[in-house]
Structures are given as structure tokens and as C-alpha cells.
């Protein structure tokens, strides 16, 4: 008898934890035609995986259903641009009404609390994307106004308020549904194409709570894990840019090169200690670069005698080309280096040179004073060194 008990109780959990699992999405749409079809699609990591589709019935009616292990997005859809997308808790019973030709933006939803947070949120982006609009018809009536600039500063300064405000909404959106997969979706909202509410970096902290919070509830769903993978690839390249910062950041000692000159001696950069040193990052095919050597060649010819000098480091691939170059733009009284294995050359990681031409200025220790001074800027933070 103990045992038939046990048995009993142990299938009442299995089918109760079998029936939680289930969800059903019905409801009643006006206006649809009839033969008309709407179709579920369930949002993977980064993609749409069509789901299911339905006739709606000749009343407006229609019925979704199936399984789910934990909340699951779902885009309700009649056609690619006329949807509603939905947060389907297992155990949810959705009903909804709508007009058919405006999924989106006449829903009434019961049953669905992660969807009503959803559409409660839209809402008050629809609002924001609104007064934007009314800002961008204010600029169109006074694009010929001889008070035009005055007018974009106050349209800026408004539009400044008003994307603050939804920045500032999102951010307690958040925090009231840190538990809810509400949350991940308010991270990736858009105010206008590619303008994001939330800045990846001044609102990190945000990124980092849900991705963790969500994480540890839900480490199988797609969505979560897309997010978590995301975010452990930008912390990653936030850590290597710290250091990359704090070895070539103002202030710190030039990291020390060793490498070949056009006779082949080896020159190091830390021969230079004592002097101001631009250190120069150039090669014979970069136009930019070309075009700012005459430039150094001026500056040179003022400041070399005061304790200036130049430590140029080629990203060419031959020893032909970088020479030519030298010759070419008349830039032989400085020093020159260059070990020829354009990017894959051992300053590239060394400095974390990304583009061409770079430059460090450092002073007589060594230690980098400024970056990327170029033209005018260079011009003028020599003059205060030296003048």
C-alpha cells in the first residue's frame, strides 16, 4: 500500500510538472479577412524559427499551443512588418484582441505578464519616438529661417531631454524586472535606427546585471545564452583595452623596440632617453602618411637642435619600398627601424595598432605624453615644449 502511494505521488508530480510546461495563445482579431493566415515564430539566439502557423477563423479567432521549458519569445506576426512580439511563460494561458492590420499597436493582452510589460514598454517609446518626430518637423519648417542654428540648439538640447528620459525609463524598467526576460529585451531597444536607449558603455553595469541575473535562471535559453556570450566576448576586449591602456596609456614608459635599421644594426627606442621622441608608426604605402611626412621634416629642422627627435617604425614588407619611401620624402636625418612583416610585425601587438599612421610623443623619460598628434597639434605641443 506504501509503495502504491509512492508510486501515485510520484506520477501526480511527473504529469502536474508535464502540464506547467504547456502554453496557449488565442484570441480575436478585427478587420482579418477570412482565409487569412498568422504565424508564430519563436526567436532563437540571434534568428526566427517558425513555429507555427494558423487559418484565422470567419470570426477572428485563432489558437496557439505547445510546450516550453521556461519563458520563451514568440513573434505573433501576419505579415514580416505587422507583428506583436510576446513573452510566453510555461503554464500561460495568452488571450489577446487586436485590429488585424496593426499587431503591434492595438494589442490587449490578459494572461501574459511578460507581455503586457512589454507592450506597457513600447508604449512609452512610441511616446518618446513621437516628440522626436515633432522636433524633426519643427527643423523642417525652419530650414530656410535665418534663425536655423539658434533653432537646432534648442531642438538639440529638447532632443537631449528627451532621449535622457527614456534612457533614465529603461534603466528602472530594469531594475523592476531584473528577474524578467522583459529585461534582456529593453537592453537591444532602438529610439531611431542604429540609436540604441542604452549606451553599451555608460550603462554597462546594466548589461553586466542581466546577463548575470538572467544567467543563473535561465542557462539554457537561446536568447540568454546569445547574451551571455556577447557579454563575456566585450568584457574580454574591455580587459585587453585596459591593459593595452595601462602599457600605452598617457603617462605610462614607452614599451621598448629593438629593431633593425636600413644599414641593419639594431636601434632601440630606449637609446633615445633624454630627448623628446615622436614615435612614428608609418609605412611607404599609406597615402595619409606620406602626406604628413614633409610636415615632420619641417618640425625637425626647427626642434632637433633643441632636443627633438624622431623614431620612425616602418609597417612595410620590403626593404625596397621602405627605402624608396625614406628617399623619396627626404626623411633620412631621423632614426628609422622596421623589422618588414607589415601587421604582422612585433610592434602591432605591442602598441595595439589598429591604423596608420600613430604616433606617441614622450619626453625625456620615455613616458608617452600624448597620442596621435598630427599637423597643427603637433606643431603646437612642440612650440610648448621647446618655446
Given at each position: 500500500?506504501i509503495?502504491k502511494?509512492?508510486?501515485?505521488?510520484?506520477?501526480?508530480?511527473?504529469?502536474?510538472g508535464?502540464?506547467?510546461?504547456?502554453?496557449?495563445?488565442?484570441?480575436?482579431?478585427?478587420?482579418?479577412?477570412?482565409?487569412?493566415?498568422?504565424?508564430?515564430?519563436?526567436?532563437?539566439?540571434?534568428?526566427?524559427?517558425?513555429?507555427?502557423?494558423v487559418?484565422?477563423?470567419?470570426?477572428?479567432?485563432?489558437?496557439?499551443s505547445?510546450?516550453?521549458?521556461y519563458?520563451?519569445?514568440?513573434?505573433?506576426?501576419m505579415?514580416?512588418?505587422?507583428?506583436?512580439?510576446?513573452?510566453?511563460?510555461?503554464?500561460?494561458?495568452?488571450?489577446?484582441?487586436?485590429?488585424?492590420?496593426s499587431?503591434?499597436?492595438?494589442?490587449?493582452?490578459?494572461?501574459?505578464?511578460g507581455?503586457?510589460?512589454?507592450i506597457?514598454?513600447?508604449?512609452?517609446?512610441?511616446?518618446?519616438?513621437?516628440?522626436?518626430?515633432?522636433?524633426?518637423?519643427?527643423y523642417?519648417?525652419n530650414?530656410d529661417?535665418?534663425?536655423?542654428?539658434?533653432?537646432?540648439?534648442?531642438?538639440?538640447?529638447?532632443?537631449?531631454?528627451?532621449?535622457n528620459?527614456?534612457?533614465?525609463?529603461?534603466?528602472d524598467?530594469?531594475?523592476e524586472?531584473?528577474e524578467?526576460?522583459?529585461?534582456?529585451i529593453?537592453?537591444?531597444?532602438?529610439?531611431?535606427?542604429q540609436?540604441?536607449?542604452?549606451?553599451?558603455?555608460k550603462?554597462?553595469?546594466y548589461?553586466?546585471?542581466?546577463?548575470?541575473?538572467l544567467?543563473?535562471?535561465?542557462?539554457?535559453?537561446?536568447?540568454v545564452?546569445t547574451?551571455?556570450?556577447?557579454?563575456?566576448?566585450?568584457i574580454?576586449?574591455?580587459?585587453?583595452?585596459?591593459?593595452?591602456t595601462?602599457?600605452?596609456?598617457?603617462?605610462?614608459?614607452?614599451?621598448?623596440?629593438?629593431?633593425?635599421?636600413?644599414?641593419?644594426d639594431?636601434?632601440?627606442?630606449?637609446?633615445?632617453?633624454?630627448?623628446?621622441?615622436?614615435?612614428?608608426f608609418?609605412?611607404?604605402?599609406?597615402a595619409?602618411?606620406?602626406?604628413?611626412?614633409?610636415?615632420?621634416v619641417?618640425?625637425?629642422?626647427?626642434?632637433?637642435q633643441?632636443?627633438f627627435?624622431?623614431?620612425?617604425?616602418?609597417?612595410?614588407?620590403?626593404?625596397?619600398?621602405?627605402?624608396n619611401?625614406?628617399?623619396?620624402d627626404?626623411?633620412?636625418?631621423?632614426?628609422?627601424?622596421s623589422?618588414?612583416?607589415?601587421?604582422?610585425?612585433?610592434?602591432?601587438?605591442?602598441?595595439?595598432?589598429?591604423s596608420?599612421?600613430?604616433?606617441?610623443?614622450?619626453?625625456?623619460?620615455?613616458?608617452?605624453?600624448a597620442?596621435?598628434?598630427r599637423?597643427?597639434?603637433l606643431?603646437?605641443?612642440?612650440?610648448?615644449?621647446?618655446?
Amino acid at each position: 500500500m506504501i509503495r502504491k502511494t509512492t508510486a501515485l505521488f510520484i506520477l501526480a508530480i511527473l504529469f502536474a510538472g508535464c502540464g506547467d510546461q504547456k502554453f496557449r495563445i488565442s484570441g480575436e482579431l478585427d478587420g482579418a479577412s477570412p482565409g487569412t493566415f498568422i504565424y508564430l515564430d519563436k526567436l532563437g539566439g540571434m534568428n526566427l524559427e517558425p513555429y507555427d502557423s494558423v487559418m484565422i477563423s470567419d470570426d477572428g479567432s485563432f489558437e496557439f499551443s505547445g510546450e516550453i521549458e521556461y519563458p520563451e519569445f514568440f513573434l505573433l506576426r501576419m505579415t514580416e512588418s505587422n507583428f506583436l512580439t510576446t513573452l510566453v511563460e510555461p503554464g500561460e494561458n495568452m488571450t489577446l484582441t487586436a485590429n488585424a492590420d496593426s499587431l503591434g499597436y492595438t494589442a490587449d493582452v490578459e494572461g501574459s505578464e511578460g507581455t503586457a510589460k512589454m507592450i506597457e514598454y513600447d508604449l512609452r517609446l512610441q511616446e518618446a519616438m513621437k516628440e522626436l518626430q515633432k522636433l524633426s518637423q519643427i527643423y523642417e519648417e525652419n530650414i530656410d529661417s535665418p534663425d536655423l542654428e539658434q533653432v537646432m540648439n534648442e531642438l538639440d538640447a529638447r532632443a537631449h531631454v528627451i532621449l535622457n528620459d527614456m534612457n533614465e525609463y529603461t534603466r528602472d524598467f530594469i531594475d523592476e524586472n531584473i528577474e524578467s526576460m522583459v529585461s534582456l529585451i529593453a537592453l537591444y531597444k532602438q529610439i531611431t535606427p542604429q540609436v540604441y536607449i542604452l549606451n553599451i558603455d555608460k550603462d554597462l553595469d546594466y548589461y553586466k546585471r542581466v546577463d548575470s541575473t538572467l544567467f543563473a535562471l535561465y542557462p539554457e535559453s537561446e536568447p540568454v545564452k546569445t547574451l551571455h556570450s556577447q557579454m563575456e566576448t566585450l568584457i574580454a576586449n574591455l580587459d585587453a583595452e585596459a591593459a593595452r591602456t595601462a602599457k600605452t596609456g598617457i603617462g605610462a614608459i614607452a614599451p621598448d623596440i629593438a629593431l633593425p635599421g636600413p644599414e641593419g644594426d639594431t636601434i632601440r627606442l630606449s637609446s633615445t632617453r633624454g630627448q623628446y621622441v615622436l614615435l612614428d608608426f608609418w609605412a611607404a604605402w599609406c597615402a595619409p602618411c606620406r602626406t604628413e611626412n614633409p610636415h615632420l621634416v619641417e618640425l625637425y629642422k626647427i626642434y632637433k637642435q633643441k632636443g627633438f627627435e624622431i623614431y620612425q617604425v616602418s609597417l612595410d614588407q620590403t626593404r625596397e619600398a621602405w627605402l624608396n619611401g625614406i628617399k623619396e620624402d627626404k626623411i633620412g636625418d631621423w632614426i628609422h627601424v622596421s623589422d618588414l612583416k607589415f601587421w604582422s610585425s612585433s610592434v602591432v601587438p605591442l602598441y595595439g595598432i589598429e591604423s596608420i599612421p600613430a604616433n606617441y610623443l614622450l619626453d625625456t623619460d620615455g613616458r608617452i605624453m600624448a597620442t596621435n598628434l598630427r599637423g597643427e597639434d603637433l606643431t603646437r605641443k612642440l612650440s610648448e615644449i621647446f618655446e
